[in-house]
């Protein structure tokens, strides 16, 4: 399919990316969760729109527990990186929280080698997957130890990072301090939500206080002017999710989107889906959106996979195959740039 903007289905695929932020149980395939829905006799996970995290939460947790065993975590883990694969996704970053199990399908070691096994299954060519190891914020600080500790012993198995999700209104990053210190001294990666759910200060507080080299969201920095200078300062990489952020009300509109604001601020930014199973949207899905609705053009959508490829953990011989690729994706999609309907030509900058 042609879309009005110039730019195919198949110049998306085409289009070399990595994906930093997603939920393992919010990636589900589709097909898979009816499946499993109808396997244990359950209700497939709402989709659409969400008027509050209450609602949110609750759809996650039925996504959740169609998760019946081991088998069936490896089975989701493979599928999403063949999905990937299939969208030109060459490096995904995945949120898991084994915690949240409470040991109903095994150990948490379990659970996260079931994870980094289908992930080593699905894996070829075309496309990879690390873990993000996910602090909980709800959970009693005991979890949040427990996935530190799953965290650091797998750091070379699998496991790129600490992330910590949840809700941040009630759980500020600050009260985490101890925990991601403790992470950056063995090695792994602070990669924290923030910004989401909650205001600009929390964006601060999981770049100051935990030491975030990415932020999950962080769209809400663009209400302080000196948190935007920070994460431009200190090139802090946002993993923007402009779908989610509209379905969980982050942001009014598509429209109003804070995305081409933090660009031409000259923040560091990732497109990704979060949780493409609710929010019915892909990576693909996002640069197009971004393409069409926030006027970002052609040079811009290059930028961001760039930035993509290189602001997470994707392997080096994957990397620099992937910003070869790219490249040359620019020049041949640069050749045929027409404006969109916003007149977004590729300079990235805001609509007037
Ligand atoms: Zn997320």
């Given at each position: 399919m042609t879309a009005s903007s110039g730019l195919t289905d198949a110049d998306l695929v085409a289009l070399p990316k990595a994906e930093l932020h997603l939920h393992l149980e919010g990636a589900i395939r589709a097909s898979t969760a009816e499946e499993l829905a109808d396997r244990y006799g359950m209700s497939a996970p709402h989709v659409g729109s969400f008027r509050n995290l209450s609602e949110?939460?609750?759809?996650?947790?039925?996504?959740?527990?169609?998760?019946?065993?081991?088998?069936?975590?490896?089975?989701?883990?493979?599928?999403?990186?063949?999905?990937?694969?299939?969208?030109?996704?060459?490096?995904?970053?995945?949120?898991?929280i084994p915690p949240t199990y409470a040991g109903r399908i095994g150990p948490d070691e379990a659970v996260l080698e079931a994870v980094?096994?289908?992930?080593?299954?699905?894996a070829g060519d075309g496309s990879a997957a690390g873990v993000i190891v996910?602090?909980?914020?709800?959970?009693?600080?005991a979890a949040a130890e427990r996935s530190l500790a799953l965290a650091i012993r797998y750091r070379d198995s699998g496991v790129v990072g600490l992330g910590l999700a949840g809700d941040e209104a009630n759980h500020p990053p600050g009260l985490f301090t101890d925990v991601?210190?403790?992470?950056?001294?063995?090695?792994?990666?602070?990669?924290?939500?923030?910004?989401?759910?909650?205001?600009?200060?929390?964006?601060?507080?999981?770049?100051?206080?935990?030491?975030?080299?990415?932020?999950?969201?962080?769209?809400?920095?663009?209400?302080?002017?000196?948190?935007?200078?920070?994460?431009?300062?200190?090139?802090?990489?946002?993993?923007?999710?402009?779908?989610s952020n509209v379905a969980l009300q982050v942001s009014s509109s598509l429209e109003e989107h804070p995305l081409p604001v933090l660009i031409a601020a000259g923040v560091p930014v990732s497109l990704s889906s979060d949780c493409p199973l609710f929010c019915?949207?892909?990576?693909?899905?996002?640069?197009?959106?971004?393409?069409?609705?926030?006027?970002?053009?052609?040079?811009?959508?290059?930028?961001?996979?760039?930035?993509?490829?290189?602001?997470?953990?994707?392997?080096?011989?994957?990397?620099?195959?992937?910003?070869?690729?790219?490249?040359?994706?620019?020049?041949?999609?640069?050749?045929?740039?027409?404006?969109?309907?916003?007149?977004?030509?590729?300079?990235?900058?805001?609509?007037?």
């Open positions: 949110f939460v609750v759809a996650y947790e039925a996504a959740r527990d169609l998760v019946g065993d081991l088998d069936d975590l490896w089975r989701i883990a493979r599928e999403l990186v063949e999905d990937a694969a299939a969208q030109g996704v060459v490096w995904s970053e995945v949120h898991v980094l096994d289908g992930f080593r299954a699905g996910g602090v909980n914020r709800g959970l009693p600080m991601f210190a403790r992470a950056r001294e063995a090695g792994l990666r602070a990669l924290p939500h923030g910004g989401e759910g909650a205001g600009a200060g929390n964006v601060r507080s999981c770049v100051e206080d935990l030491g975030a080299v990415r932020v999950n969201h962080g769209v809400r920095a663009v209400d302080d002017p000196a948190v935007v200078d920070l994460l431009v300062e200190r090139q802090v990489c946002l993993d923007v999710c402009p779908s019915a949207t892909s990576a693909n899905a996002e640069y197009r959106l971004a393409h069409e609705r926030l006027g970002l053009g052609i040079d811009t959508l290059a930028r961001i996979a760039r930035t993509s490829i290189i602001a997470g953990s994707c392997p080096d011989e994957r990397r620099i195959a992937a910003l070869s690729r790219l490249d040359t994706w620019r020049a041949r999609c640069g050749e045929r740039r027409a404006p969109g309907p916003t007149g977004g030509g590729g300079d990235g900058r805001p609509r007037p």
